[in-house]
């Protein structure tokens, strides 16, 4: 089959995000230059250069309530945001953590989390998730839309700063059969690591 990504599918539901996956999750944590903390997963993330170390994400839309997401209105107002990278384990958490909640209320407590200080930036990280990227903003680049109801912000990061625990540490290579990274399907799926395989390269 062929359809024209203008035109309807003619499927069951949009396959697009089920073609493109796995999707590792970005779960965003943010604070508001009037110190309001905030964390929301992101599928449309990826890491994107090695030197330095660049992450971006899309955060796309509006809350239902309207207005933009807070995480953008973080990372624009302050400049800084942390990945903490999520885990089978802490899928449960993740949910809960993308509900739309005001903003003035706070997704760690509501998801039972812990927000602990960051060494280089102000926003927080999850304390329970075994990585942490602390980021600063490159540039946010607004890309078009075609919906008049969604904006959609391609937010560029580079990471300043890694946390890593050693539980997720073997012979000084993250061991990802304990590590576990969640990964995101399409439609309500997600997939997590559990099998490595090696490939050398040609050359
Ligand atoms: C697994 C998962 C992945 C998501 N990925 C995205 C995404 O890539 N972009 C986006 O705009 N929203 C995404 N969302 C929805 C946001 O997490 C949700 O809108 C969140 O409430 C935004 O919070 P905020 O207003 O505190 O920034 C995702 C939700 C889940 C559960």
Same mark, same amino acid.
């Given at each position: 089959?062929?359809?024209?990504?203008?035109?309807?599918?003619?499927?069951?539901?949009?396959?697009?995000?089920?073609?493109?996956?796995?999707?590792?999750?970005?779960?965003?944590?943010?604070?508001?230059?009037?110190?309001?903390?905030?964390?929301?997963?992101?599928?449309?993330?990826?890491?994107?250069?090695?030197?330095?170390?660049?992450?971006? $994400?899309?955060?796309? &839309?509006?809350?239902? /309530?309207?207005?933009?997401?807070?995480? *953008?209105?973080? %990372?624009? !107002?302050?400049?800084?945001?942390?990945?903490?990278?999520?885990?089978?384990?802490?899928?449960?958490?993740?949910?809960?953590?993308?509900?739309?909640?005001?903003?003035?209320?706070?997704? $760690?407590?509501?998801? &039972?989390?812990?927000? /602990?200080?960051?060494?280089?930036?102000? *926003?927080?990280? %999850?304390? !329970?998730?075994?990585?942490?990227l602390e980021c600063r903003l490159v540039q946010i680049v607004q890309l078009r839309s075609n919906n008049p109801k969604v904006t959609n912000n391609l937010v560029i990061g580079e990471v300043v700063g890694?946390?890593?625990?050693?539980?997720?540490?073997?012979?000084?290579?993250?061991?990802?059969?304990?590590?576990?990274?969640?990964?995101?399907?399409?439609?309500?799926?997600?997939?997590?690591?559990?099998?490595?395989?090696?490939?050398?390269?040609?050359?």
């Amino acid at each position: 089959m062929f359809y024209r990504a203008d035109e309807h599918h003619g499927m069951k539901h949009n396959p697009f995000k089920a073609l493109v996956s796995p999707r590792p999750i970005g779960w965003i944590s943010t604070r508001s230059a009037d110190g309001l903390i905030n964390l929301a997963p992101f599928s449309y993330f990826n890491a994107v250069t090695d030197f330095p170390p660049t992450v971006v $994400f899309g955060c796309n &839309g509006t809350k239902p /309530a309207g207005g933009g997401k807070d995480t *953008a209105d973080h %990372v624009r !107002e302050t400049g800084e945001f942390v990945v903490n990278m999520c885990t089978y384990e802490l899928k449960d958490q993740m949910n809960a953590s993308s509900a739309h909640l005001p903003r003035d209320q706070d997704e $760690f407590a509501a998801a &039972g989390l812990t927000a /602990a200080d960051c060494e280089l930036v102000k *926003a927080p990280r %999850v304390k !329970e998730a075994p990585a942490n990227l602390e980021c600063r903003l490159v540039q946010i680049v607004q890309l078009r839309s075609n919906n008049p109801k969604v904006t959609n912000n391609l937010v560029i990061g580079e990471v300043v700063g890694v946390h890593i625990d050693e539980s997720i540490v073997k012979d000084g290579m993250i061991d990802m059969t304990v590590y576990h990274p969640l990964a995101r399907l399409g439609y309500m799926d997600y997939t997590y690591v559990e099998k490595v395989f090696a490939m050398d390269r040609p050359d």
